[in-house]
């Protein structure tokens, strides 16, 4: 089968997803389907974001939370996006579901998410990524891969089998929707696409042409 053949065959969900009015219950629905579908991170996203010159930069993270309040992930404060975050507080999502050929992408405004926030996200994570956090000078030039084996090494003897707190340096956004754009695909390059706005106490829906 060709490519040509794979698109023309492509078939819509039997939901009408267009006729919901809500984005973050759809969005829930939606990732809930990936998480059965996607074999490796279905909660993974392409983060972009731009420097205080406006230059853009994505790279991918993954969510860690989300609700009516925006879309949250966690991060080195000191490494590039943190610095691009702090000068330019607004970023942009693209969740991508191969398997499920469909995309989200969330443009908004960015903010910290609280102390108990981060501290408690903090120790949720696995012993060895919260040393991690202590180790990784994130974006930073590394002279060789042993000496983040070092680091982490002297991050390990340092806290033995004690409590690992949360680096200063360390923490989470939660990116404020300004607008949620939903994408489902379609036979022939014609896709659904229906794009949210905050609208009141609500969101307004408009459908896009593809």
Avoid at 25 to 41: M, R
Avoid at 57 to 79: Q, W
Avoid at 147 to 154: F, G
Wanted: proline share 6%.
């Amino acid at each position: 089968m060709t490519l040509r053949e794979q698109d023309a065959s492509a078939q819509l969900t039997s939901r009408d997803f267009t006729e919901r009015g809500d984005p973050i219950a759809l969005f829930s629905e939606w990732l809930k389907e990936a998480e059965a579908s996607e074999p490796n991170d279905p909660n993974a996203v392409a983060l972009a974001t731009a420097d205080a010159d406006g230059l853009p930069d994505v790279r991918m993270v993954l969510l860690k939370a989300y609700d009516e309040d925006g879309f949250v992930f966690y991060t080195n404060l000191e490494s590039r996006k943190g610095e691009q975050l702090a000068a330019n507080p607004k970023a942009a999502l693209c969740f991508h579901w191969k398997s499920l050929a469909r995309q989200v992408r969330v443009r908004g405004n960015v903010s910290p998410v609280s102390t108990e926030e981060a501290d408690a996200y903090f120790a949720s994570r696995a012993r060895l990524s919260r040393i991690g956090a202590w180790a990784s000078r994130q974006s930073r030039p590394l002279e060789s891969r042993f000496a983040l084996e070092k680091a982490v090494a002297t991050e390990t003897a340092r806290f033995g089998t004690g409590k690992i707190p949360r680096p200063p340096y360390w923490s989470g956004f939660r990116i404020a929707p300004v607008q949620i754009e939903f994408w489902n695909n379609g036979a022939f390059r014609l896709h659904d696409r229906v794009r949210f706005t905050p609208h009141g106490d609500g969101w307004m829906k408009q459908r896009l042409y593809p």
